[in-house]
């Protein structure tokens, strides 16, 4: 019994220049690698000293492409640079070697953002991709890593090939590898290499950001983002990457294109550990940006996530546009981005959790409005079904069906187009929204890393109170505020493309509501979520601070599902 190295050695194949294809390598499967909201997430550790760990995911991955179709089939592959993102490149290579997929296009380094990704998917008609993020989480060596399957729309794989990977990934008992393929990363063009049995396998090297600037140019009227970034009376904008991967997409895109000053991007160099930081584009994560607008310097300000996908706006002075009134004002402002006037608007959609700040526009336009559960992959279908032009969700995501991912920087250029259209401020821009359609006042809470069993407990018995009959008509009160509960359900979809009904869909316009909800990106302990969505349209009142309009809900919501005592937290790690 030869070992690997041993076995490749003396393969005759190997000898003659050739990697040998038909290496099946033994394995014990493993039971946790079940992708959740976003692709299989776990601690760098996981991946990195449980044997075989990421070698059986890709596999898991791989075995869904039908053994027919590799041939001729192409992968794109990319991803957010963190730590751990090189060495599972390398692993791709080998195993969709060994498995005879024909070609692989890798942007170069490995950088490239997953909205990148999404749009080279789809402009080469490749099978898929592979992402390597664990997005907004933190990374180095002991954060976390990620591995993300999409299909050849360019959307991430929807639940029926997740599921199949999952069972695959069960069940595995040995997975093929060329160990000794190894590919420069750096060197951007094509390099082929012999295996057995198969055609000549090419690994493509490619320009990270080329493929997506030319997308974002037919979308937006450059020439006038240029005017108001750089023109005569050109506005001022900071933009943080965080240290993840949009950075070389602002420096080519806003700043060398569009001719913002370099010093107008800040941290754009991708870092395997994000700085030390959690690239994540939100008030606490992204504290400094949000610290530097204060002082009225900069006229618009956005940051991103690790992997791009993510974005957060804020006006002058920092002031704060709520996700979900981003995707609400994008809507109202739609004619602004010239896309839409050759696709024209095929409908509107949200995830569960995020306000109904979209929909009072889609009312008012009278537009389709779809509610879909939390993750990107529920409006792929109703996009390629020609249903859905602009979706967000509540959680810093923002999009269109220009791909299948959510783009932070395609947010921000949507934001400018309407400050280049409206020649107003982003804080007018909002505030006039709110009085055309009213306010949505919304406020995610987060409980990070609390005891599994405790989140499940808490879960199961707020659907057992909740399905009390008694439950609806209750009031509850804080302060001298009541409110009486009209619906209590728990949120079920079914896909609409695919015929079938959605059930339990709350129906007609809600004054406020409340969710809680279990993450599915999390990679250590539970995350539970707490959502609050309250409408008010009331001129007088819409100027309010969201933390003290909402906060008798708050309350209401934790003596409910008695949150504090249970996890045994006293309040949550972000306030959004
Ligand atoms: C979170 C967000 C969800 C988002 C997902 C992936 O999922 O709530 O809206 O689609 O992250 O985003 P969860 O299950 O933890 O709530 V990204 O940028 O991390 O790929
Ligand atoms: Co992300």
């Known amino acids: 019994q030869l070992n690997t190295a041993e076995w490749v050695?003396?393969?005759p194949l190997t000898q003659r220049g050739c990697v040998r294809g038909e290496l099946p390598l033994k394995t014990k499967p493993y039971a946790d690698q079940k992708p959740g909201t976003?692709?299989?997430?776990?601690?760098v550790t996981v991946f990195q000293q449980n044997q075989h760990y990421a070698e059986n995911f890709i596999q898991s991955i791989i075995s869904v492409v039908d053994p027919a179709e590799r041939q001729a089939a192409t992968l794109v592959v990319g991803g957010d640079g963190r730590f751990f993102m090189k060495d599972a490149i390398q692993l791709i290579v080998q195993i969709a070697a060994a498995n005879g997929i024909n070609h692989?296009?890798?942007?170069?380094?490995?950088?490239?953002?997953t909205p990148a990704v999404s749009c080279v998917i789809r402009k080469i008609k490749a099978v898929g991709g592979i992402i390597l993020t664990a997005s907004h989480n933190p990374g180095g060596p002991n954060g976390d890593f990620g591995i993300k399957y999409n299909i050849s729309s360019g959307g991430p794989a929807p639940e029926g090939i997740?599921?199949?990977?999952?069972?695959?990934?069960k069940a595995l008992q040995e997975y093929h590898i060329c160990p000794d393929l190894k590919v420069d990363l750096s060197k951007i063009g094509k390099q082929t290499f012999e295996v057995e049995t198969f055609k000549p396998f090419i690994v493509e090297i490619v320009d990270s950001v080329e493929a997506y600037a030319e997308m974002l140019r037919d979308i937006f009227d450059f020439p006038a983002l240029k005017n108001l970034l750089s023109g005569p009376n050109h506005i001022n904008v900071r933009l943080d990457a965080m240290h993840g991967v949009v950075g070389p997409y602002i420096r080519k895109i806003v700043c060398e294109e569009l001719g913002s000053p370099a010093n107008s991007a800040v941290n754009c160099v991708p870092q395997e550990d994000f700085g030390g930081h959690h690239p994540d584009p939100n008030l606490t994560y992204a504290a400094d940006l949000v610290n530097t607008m204060k002082s009225g310097e900069y006229d618009f300000g956005a940051a991103f996530d690790g992997d791009g996908d993510r974005n957060m706006v804020l006006g002058k002075h920092g002031f704060f546009v709520n996700p979900s009134d981003s995707v609400a004002a994008i809507a109202a402002n739609i004619t602004s981005i010239p896309y839409f006037k050759k696709t024209g608007v095929k409908g509107l959609a949200r995830s569960m959790p995020t306000s109904g700040a979209l929909d009072n526009v889609a009312k008012a336009l009278q537009m389709e409005l779809y509610e879909t559960p939390t993750g990107w992959k529920f409006f792929g279908n109703l996009m390629d079904a020609g249903k859905l032009s602009l979706c967000g969700e509540e959680s810093f995501g923002t999009g269109s069906d220009h791909i299948r991912e959510k783009?932070?920087?395609w947010a921000v250029l949507a934001w400018l187009s309407i400050l280049a259209t409206r020649k107003q401020s982003v804080e007018e821009i909002m505030k006039n929204h709110w009085q055309t359609f009213g306010r949505n006042?919304?406020?995610?809470y987060d409980y990070e890393e609390v005891d599994s069993d405790a989140a499940n407990k808490m879960i199961k018995d707020l659907e057992a109170q909740m399905s009390e009959p008694s439950f609806v008509g209750k009031t509850f009160s804080s302060g001298d505020k009541s409110y009486v509960v009209a619906v209590a359900d728990n949120f079920a979809y079914t896909d609409p493309v695919d015929g079938s009904v959605s059930k339990n869909q709350v129906n007609g316009m809600h004054t406020c509501e409340i969710i809680f909800r279990l993450s599915g990106t999390g990679s250590a302990g539970a995350t539970?979520?707490?959502y609050i969505d309250s409408y008010e349209?009331?001129?007088?009142?819409?100027y309010q601070d969201p933390q003290v309009m909402l906060a008798p809900l708050v309350d209401i919501a934790l003596k409910v599902s008695q949150l504090h005592e249970r996890t045994g937290r006293t309040g949550p790690t972000v306030i959004t």
């Open 162 to 169: 997740t599921n199949k990977i999952f069972e695959i990934s």
């Open 9 to 11: 050695a003396a393969c």
């Open 38 to 43: 976003s692709g299989l997430r776990k601690r």
């Open 537 to 542: 349209k009331d001129p007088q009142k819409i």
């Open 104 to 113: 692989l296009v890798i942007g170069q380094n490995g950088i490239m953002s």
């Open 441 to 444: 006042f919304f406020t995610r």
């Open 528 to 530: 539970i979520r707490l």
């Open 407 to 409: 783009d932070g920087l």
